[in-house]
């Protein structure tokens, strides 16, 4: 595995339903967090935001989170591929895994929008290995 951050989020009521449970959609905004974070501890967060785009995400909900708990959000790079991150998604409340899941991007070329490869030096840090 590569590199990795941890932060946590306090389940906010306008991130639930009429039940106060929270809506899926919480989720991938958390990842996103997460994954803000981790790309300003390695520094690259000028070179990758807004030439990331998500090509698949997928979760699987234990179990439901309400108004109010205090979700941990850990983000871990699974692969760098050629022009491809896979990011390994886990999500808990009090030590108790509530979602698990994975979110692709491709890294584009700003200016043509097509898929273009990893510089070494950011595959390096992304793969936790500089």
Aim: one cysteine or more; glycine letters at 6%.
């Amino acid at each position: 595995m590569g590199a990795s951050t941890t932060i946590q989020r306090r389940l906010e009521w306008i991130d639930t339903d009429a039940a106060g449970i929270w809506h899926y959609s919480t989720v991938i905004r958390y990842a996103e967090a997460a994954e803000a974070i981790l790309h300003r501890e390695l520094g690259i967060v000028e070179f990758t935001f807004g030439a990331l785009p998500r090509v698949h995400v997928e979760f699987d909900f234990v179990r439901p989170v309400f108004f109010d708990e205090v979700v941990c959000i850990t983000l871990t790079v699974g692969e760098v591929g050629e022009s491809s991150l896979t990011y390994h998604v886990e999500l808990s409340v009090d030590g108790q895994q509530v979602t698990t899941g994975k979110v692709v991007a491709v890294l584009i070329d700003r200016q043509t929008e097509q898929a273009t490869t990893w510089p070494e030096d950011i595959r390096a840090k992304l793969a936790g290995t500089w």
